[in-house]
Nanobody, 125 residues
Framework: QVQLVESGGGLVQGGGSLRLSCAASGRTSRRYTIGWFRQATGKEREFVAAIRWSGVRTNYADSVKGRFTISRDITKKSMYLQMNSLKPEDTAVYYC??????????????????WGRGTQVTVSS
């Protein structure tokens, strides 16, 4: 059974950086899309970034383009979200998720059938 576990969250000042990690246990496939989503208090969960497990394609929400970078290490079965130039509005619980059905709709919550429990990111002003 595949599981996803996030780590790397914390408290950082505005303008600072954090690197989130998502470790997968169990069997994975190059056809998977792995995504990062976030949910701020009182708001809906939103798409942040996604990457094909093969690494061929990456996608970003407009709000994080140029500041966040998604990557993966197949040998470690891990995915990363490097977050630079953080803003208070980036404060949220960040979740990694896997689309194992190859839906090709990387920004939709409904495409992802496996979720981690999340890691809190707090950016102070």
């Amino acid at each position: 059974q595949v599981q996803l576990v996030e780590s790397g969250g914390g408290l950082v000042q505005g303008g600072g950086s954090l690197r989130l990690s998502c470790a997968a246990s169990g069997r994975t496939s190059r056809r998977y899309t792995i995504g990062w989503f976030r949910q701020a208090t009182g708001k809906e969960r939103e798409f942040v970034a996604a990457i094909r497990w093969s690494g061929v394609r990456t996608n970003y929400a407009d709000s994080v383009k140029g500041r966040f970078t998604i990557s993966r290490d197949i040998t470690k079965k891990s995915m990363y979200l490097q977050m630079n130039s953080l803003k208070p509005e980036d404060t949220a619980v960040y979740y990694c998720a896997a689309d194992r059905r190859d839906t090709n709709d990387y920004a939709s919550l409904l495409s992802y059938d496996l979720w981690g429990r999340g890691t809190q990111v707090t950016v102070s002003s």
